[in-house]
């Protein structure tokens, strides 16, 4: 029997005692633990913590309803949030209250029933209760069965199924109560060393482990109306499968806390727990042999049959935290090579928990995992530093498989700084796939997050990116209470921040994880922090949306293009995130043949131009539809003044029959429309009516494939010839807006069949959440083979608009022809201050246009810039010629070497095919085309760098710096335990840089 924690250690317990002596903050929160720990003591005895836990015939459910809401006010109680019930102070156990109608579930007396029903060891039997407690008490005028629960759910007149108790035992019970508990007890007596809480946590974390083994997820059958987040497998303990890794992790730490209590257990704690376990435990050691057995070794088995299994992070930080409390030095070296063991899943079990592939094969270059959404990859990264933190210390002998250490592992380490880059604007990550509420600010990534990694890299960066999340402060900032010396972390900052200044979060080309950004900064010094544009290409399945070149656009610190974030509910039951949230149709996209894309991993940036005034890029991502050649967004951001920016934007499509433009706007107070006659969609009485589906189909009333059900008071253009204009004065929703007056205005400069303006709903149980977005669809069909150039305009403001008037102009071959407007086109834009933009945009590069002022121009886009003062400024990209004067438009060679290890210093040596002038490269991106047998499909890639400097060596090879990106993709096979590093590309691929001039 240990009697002293491993995590949890002598000099833990010191430091904390002594931060409590010292800081008003530590004593606070000590206070704060002490005063809820010996209420629970007022409220439980010993006895009625043992008896607290409840047995596997007490089914859990994360849901009670939630197709139809609530029994009494149905879907109004959906703007509460995914869980609303609330727990009733003061009310008996087993009771959950609407907090709209404020209802009481379930009508009956279920304590008395539960407690009629147990047997001698303390398990529920349904066999033995007293079913005349089976009655409505609380609500008599509604009949005697009505609502009423008998532990399985109350199946109504209509036949729909309620399952209340089990809501609270899954929430309220085992989730609230008993985890608060033991958490609280353990706090109390790491902080205090006062026996009566280790006492009081043993007593009940016994009992858990009493249990624990019994506890599955077997008979919580999603069909029957137990809902449990197992990912559809049916597997969990007390919860799901996937949350129940944060339910043993706190097991095992609740446990290490109390084990320097083990030895001095008081008579009456020990008496309560050898008559309740009808002397099965009497001893110290007899309690202590149990909760290794039955919890830290039913954790490790636990992780092994994957019922204690989560997305990637959260069962590898349980396990190597019971490793460790467990103290065995053959087991837990046993169980922490499982860790890193390769996830050969057999019918059974998993033979290992794959941390040593992960961050090779799992994690890209750019440091996410594979889950899309930046809230699920911020979970990885806070899972593995708990695995990190566990295992720094272990030391590692030469006998051992694996290093455990990962703070070790660069690509670990690169975790770090993902969520960093893709930080938007003031108070924003991008919301893709799975995150956040509709609009609503947020970052993804916390000071303490980057904490340890400061601590463990020292990394000036970090320190400065720290500052920021931190409020631009150091105020609060700090370690932990059971670390020493906490508050030189404070002044160690502070003076690197003064230093160096604060962190400039600057544009980003994360190609491996498929997100791009171009940012215009403030230089007027106002409220206003940046205009930005993103554009996402990367994994559009699993916790992403179905969305490969969405765009995104944040100014006025302000969402102003928002996705629609989490689903209502995240399950396949749910039909509004399958056809509406989920799906292409929502975002701001060309949908192909009324379907969603196909499962893509990555698109490709042909182009990224990131300094000055003029910015741009373009990503292609062609098997985004098996119909399709082209399918390729193209944006230029321009700068306005030192305020504002506008973009210009090209999305090209070839292959399919239909094409439907999707944009919208965030929440709008008013929309303004100009050039478009639109025809609403009504009823014979004048009314509106229907969806984009149908005028006879209402809201979600079929679930049918193009998700046009989730569309309503439409309205139509079926002669759209001219520019049309929407101006939408947008709602600050989440209040962070630096301006009252903030607009979108979206002009559409293509002749289209129809177009279309309709409302779609986001998630409805999300509060705060806008209750509709205004969506314009614009359609382009062709019975043999559609090709489209849909051509914008986006521009944000504040007050009125910078912009006298747009135009798509004429763009004509060197013969005076007219070209097609699928592949070319030219746009021309005015400002109130007289400076004229023209934006010409090329599918072909090698033909020589006429557009407006410019000449003889063979590229890829051309802005030419007249000032009011008749000055002309020109930019062009990955051009060859200009008013017929030769250009170099890119600069081409084979790879001749690279570097072939985990390293976080890469380089890329090249030769290039004629001479180049290397100090033009930094910035630039490095495209390598992928061998034609890889296909970009759900497991592709693309294989573009960004050049931080370029060097001539003395071979005369030039070597380009990409700095922390790797160029390994994965390994062989780590299955078969082969770990040859696979990489992107290989020496004598070809290469080419794109240039801007």
């Not at 380490?413 to 893709?432: A, G, R, V």
């Not at 009333?701 to 569309?711: K, R």
């Not at 072909?844 to 246009?849: A, E, F, Q």
Request: glycine residues 8%; charged residues 25%.
């Amino acid at each position: 029997m240990n009697n002293i924690g491993y995590f949890y250690t002598k000099e833990k317990i010191a430091n904390c005692r002594n931060n409590i002596e010292k800081y008003d903050w530590a004593k606070a929160q000590c206070e704060k633990t002490v005063k809820a720990a010996d209420a629970y003591l007022e409220k439980y005895s010993l006895d009625a913590l043992w008896m607290l836990p409840s047995s596997q015939s007490m089914y859990r459910s994360y849901g009670v309803n939630q197709k139809h809401g609530c029994l009494v006010c149905g879907h109004s109680i959906d703007r509460f949030g995914n869980y609303p019930y609330k727990m009733i102070d003061g009310q008996p156990l087993w009771k959950i209250e609407c907090p709209h109608c404020h209802t009481v579930f379930p009508s009956n007396d279920f304590e008395s029933y539960y407690n009629s029903a147990l047997d001698e060891n303390g398990y529920f039997c349904p066999e033995k209760g007293d079913r005349s407690l089976l009655k409505n008490t609380l609500y008599p005028e509604k009949g005697e069965d009505w609502a009423v629960d008998d532990g399985y759910g109350y199946i109504a007149d209509d036949g729909k199924k309620y399952t209340f108790v089990c809501y609270f035992t899954h929430w309220f019970l085992w989730n609230n109560i008993i985890r608060n508990i033991l958490v609280t007890m353990g706090d109390a007596f790491l902080f205090t060393g006062e026996q009566k809480y280790a006492d009081a946590g043993l007593v009940l974390i016994n009992r858990v482990a009493e249990l624990y083994p019994t506890l599955s997820g077997e008979g919580h059958d999603r069909n029957k109306g137990y809902q449990q987040s197992d990912g559809g497998s049916g597997r969990g303990k007390v919860l799901g499968c996937i949350w129940e890794t944060g339910f043993a992790h706190t097991l095992a730490a609740c446990f290490d806390a109390y084990k320097g209590g083990l030895a001095s257990m008081s008579r009456d704690a020990l008496d309560v727990i050898a008559k309740n376990s009808r002397g099965r435990q009497s001893t110290a050691e007899e309690v202590s042999d149990n909760i290794d057995e039955n919890l830290l070794r039913e954790i490790y088995r636990g992780v092994r049959r994957r019922e204690i299994s989560g997305n990637n992070g959260m069962h590898q930080q349980t396990l190597a935290l019971a490793a460790v409390v467990l103290d065995d030095a053959e087991t837990t070296r046993e169980w922490i090579d499982y860790l890193f063991d390769p996830a050969i899943i057999t019918e059974k079990e998993s033979l290992g928990a794959n941390m040593a592939a992960t961050f090779v094969n799992q994690i890209d270059r750019d440091g996410f995992g594979l889950e899309a959404s930046p809230g699920y990859n911020s979970g990885w990264l806070a899972h593995f530093i708990g695995a990190a933190e566990v295992l720094k210390n272990i030391e590692r002998r030469p006998a051992d498989k694996y290093i455990y250490n990962i703070y070790e592992n660069v690509k670990f380490k690169k975790m770090f700084y993902s969520m960093i880059k893709l930080i938007m604007s003031k108070e924003y990550t991008p919301q893709i796939g799975d995150v956040g509420a509709c609009g609503n600010p947020g970052k993804m990534v916390s000071a303490s997050t980057l904490l340890p990694a400061y601590l463990t890299y020292r990394d000036p960066y970090l320190a400065q990116a720290i500052y920021f999340l931190n409020g631009n402060t150091t105020e609060g900032l700090r370690v932990g209470i059971y670390e020493e010396d906490i508050e030189h972390i404070r002044q160690e900052i502070e003076e690197i921040v003064k230093e160096k200044g604060e962190i400039v979060l600057t544009d980003v080309n994360l190609a491996g994880y498929g997100y791009s950004s171009l940012k215009h900064m403030n230089e007027e010094g106002n409220d206003n922090p940046e205009t930005s544009f993103g554009v996402y290409y990367g994994l559009n399945r699993g916790h992403g949306h179905i969305d490969t070149l969405n765009m995104y656009m944040y100014a006025y610190n302000m969402n102003v293009l928002p996705d629609l974030g989490y689903p209502e509910f995240c399950d396949s039951a749910d039909m509004h995130r399958r056809y509406w949230v989920d799906a292409t149709l929502s975002h701001n996209l060309v949908i192909v043949d009324k379907m969603n894309q196909e499962i893509l991993r990555a698109g490709t940036p042909t182009h990224y131009f990131a300094d000055g005034d003029v910015k741009m890029v373009s990503v292609e991502a062609p098997e985004a539809y098996k119909q399709t050649s082209e399918y390729k967004r193209t944006d230029a951001l321009v700068r306005i003044d030192g305020n504002d920016s506008y973009t210009v934007d090209f999305f090209r499509v070839k292959g399919g029959k239909e094409h439907a433009f999707s944009f919208h706007f965030g929440e709008t107070e008013s929309l303004k429309t100009k050039g478009v006659e639109l025809v609403p969609q009504t009823d014979e009485n004048g009314y509106m009516t229907g969806t984009l589906l149908g005028k006879d189909i209402e809201f979600a009333a079929v679930n049918d494939p193009s998700g046009y059900q989730y569309l309503y008071n439409v309205q139509k253009d079926t002669a759209l010839t001219g520019n049309a204009s929407f101006d939408g004065r947008i709602c600050d929703t989440w209040k962070r807006g630096t301006r009252s007056d903030v607009h979108v205005k979206f002009t559409f400069l293509t002749e289209v069949e129809e177009l279309v303006l309709a409302q779609g709903v986001p998630p409805r149980n999300k509060p705060g959440n806008p209750k509709y977005l205004d969506y314009i669809y614009a359609y382009n069909r062709d019975e043999n083979e559609a090709e489209s150039l849909f051509v914008s305009v986006i521009e944000p403001y504040a007050g009125e608009s910078k912009i006298e008037s747009i135009e798509r102009i004429p763009v004509y071959d060197e013969n005076g022809k007219e070209l097609d407007k699928n592949g070319f086109a030219a746009v021309k834009i005015t400002l109130k201050n007289g400076r004229v933009d023209t934006v010409i945009y090329c599918s072909d590069k090698d033909i020589s246009v006429e557009a407006d002022s410019v000449n003889g121009f063979r590229g890829f886009m051309c802005i030419r810039t007249e000032n009011g003062d008749g000055s002309v400024s020109i930019k062009t990209f990955d051009a060859t010629s200009l008013f017929g004067e030769a250009k170099t438009g890119c600069y081409e060679g084979k790879i001749a070497d690279f570097t072939r290890t985990l390293s976080d210093k890469n380089h890329i040596d090249v030769t290039f095919d004629t001479d180049a002038d290397i100090s033009c490269l930094c910035g630039k991106i490095i495209h390598i085309p992928l061998p034609e047998n890889t296909g970009n499909g759900f497991y592709g890639y693309n294989t573009v760098f960004n050049i931080l400097s370029a060097e001539k060596l003395e071979n005369g090879n030039v070597r380009l710096d990409i700095g922390d990106i790797t160029t390994i993709r994965c390994y062989r096979d780590s299955a078969k335990k082969d770990m040859t590093p696979v990489y992107y590309f290989k020496e004598g691929d070809s290469f080419r840089i794109p240039l801007d001039r």
